[in-house]
């Protein structure tokens, strides 16, 4: 069993930006793929971006690719996601995951947080 839980989030304006945390206990959290998904209101959950187990690997969605950046530090297990040049359409709630599958679908984490949530105004 693994706990995550979310940080980070609240309101910012466009073009700012927010670094949301992502800290984790109960078992090995290097074990595990680690995920970025939001869900805005009356919306699917999507994809963010991922990061592998050892953090050498991270991809993104197109959405939000070369504006946010996915890291993990291990050693303090906890996981971050930077985001930059924030816009509107960005507002959501943002939930980590972990899964040893990991990848772009929910299907492939087995552990969530509860979610925080990112506003940003026009």
């Known amino acids: 069993q693994v706990q995550l839980v979310e940080s980070g989030g609240g309101l910012v304006q466009a073009g700012g930006s927010l670094r949301l945390s992502c800290a984790a206990s109960g078992r090995a959290f290097s074990n595990y793929a680690m995920g970025w998904f939001r869900q805005a209101s009356g919306k699917e959950r999507e994809f963010v971006g991922g990061?592998?187990?050892?953090?050498?690997?991270?991809y993104y969605s197109d959405s939000v690719k070369g504006r946010f950046t996915i890291s993990r530090d291990n050693a303090k297990n906890t996981a971050y996601l930077q985001m930059n040049s924030l816009k509107p359409e960005d507002t959501s709630v943002y939930y980590c995951?972990?899964?040893?599958?990991?990848?772009?679908?929910?299907?492939?984490?087995?552990?969530w947080g509860q979610g925080t949530q990112v506003t940003v105004s026009s």
């Open positions: 990061i592998s187990w050892g953090g050498t690997g991270t």
């Open positions: 995951a972990v899964g040893f599958v990991g990848g772009a679908q929910p299907g492939g984490y087995l552990y």
